[in-house]
């Protein structure tokens, strides 16, 4: 099946539903990207920023929204700020910071979400709720106008135990209802719950996802 066909059939599945799907095309070459771009798609995600950067380069011409999805390092900011439509993974007011700084110097606002910790491994980055609430409520924090918080991100336990994968976005769904009544209530920006990917996409769907991060689904194997 050709990239186009695994992107319509993903559409057909999420007929009628408003939801983002973010292309992850890492380790993928230009000609794929290429190819999705062919077919209308111009939403693409990378998970590190020196491959972020690279494509960005030689895709300058197209009209793409990039978003990086990996984790973040704050030395890496500086690259990929002059582009970045939107950082998945914020998880320390210290990236946030660095991200803000960097924007500004382009005179851009850069969307975020805040990652939170919803698997049981230690090897995946992210905040827990206090964490999070502390960032939000902090001085600094109030002093960032070149960053705009849209919402939370989270990857489940890569497990075959589907219920356990639900119940970590049913977590993920929680917490952001708590920040969102906390402190976005009458911000009509912050609405985003970006998890799913290829394995667990339709589990995230039916648990309130707004953006699904897909990669293998749309272009294959890696
Ligand atoms: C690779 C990656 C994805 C997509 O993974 P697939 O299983 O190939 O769909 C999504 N999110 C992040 C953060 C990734 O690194």
């Known amino acids: 099946m050709s990239i186009c066909d695994n992107l319509e059939n993903l559409k057909r599945l999420l007929s009628g539903k408003d939801i983002c799907v973010v292309a992850v095309s890492k380790t993928k070459p230009i000609e794929k990207i290429v190819e999705l771009l062919d077919c ?16 960005y380069e030689k895709l300058k011409e197209k009209s793409i929204e990039w978003h990086m999805v990996g984790h973040m390092q704050r030395n890496k900011v500086k690259y ?6 939107m950082i998945h993974s914020v998880d320390s007011l210290k990236l946030l910071k660095e991200i803000n700084k960097q924007a500004k110097k382009h005179n ?9 910790h919803i698997a049981d491994e230690d ?5 827990n709720l206090d964490e ?11 002093t960032l106008n070149n960053v705009k918080i849209c919402g939370v991100m989270g990857m489940a336990t890569f497990t075959s135990n589907l219920s356990q994968v639900r119940q970590e976005f049913k977590s993920l769904k929680k917490q952001y209802e ?12 912050f609405k985003e719950i ?3 990917m290829t394995n667990d996409w339709e589990i995230a769907v039916d648990e309130g996802a707004t953006i699904i991060r897909i990669g293998t689904l749309i ?3 890696r």
Request: glycine share 8%.
């Open 40 to 55: 209308g798609h111009n939403i693409l995600g990378e998970n590190k920023a020196q491959e972020l950067v690279a494509k």
């Open 80 to 85: 990929i700020a002059p582009f970045v439509s």
């Open 108 to 116: 851009r606002v850069i969307k975020c979400l805040l990652q939170f």
């Open 123 to 127: 090897s995946k980055f992210g905040l």
């Open 132 to 142: 999070c609430k502390n960032i939000l409520k902090s001085e600094e924090f109030s």
């Open 178 to 189: 708590v920040i969102k009544s906390e402190f976005f209530a009458n911000d009509n920006e």
């Open 194 to 196: 970006s998890m799913g």
């Open 219 to 221: 272009f294959g194997k």
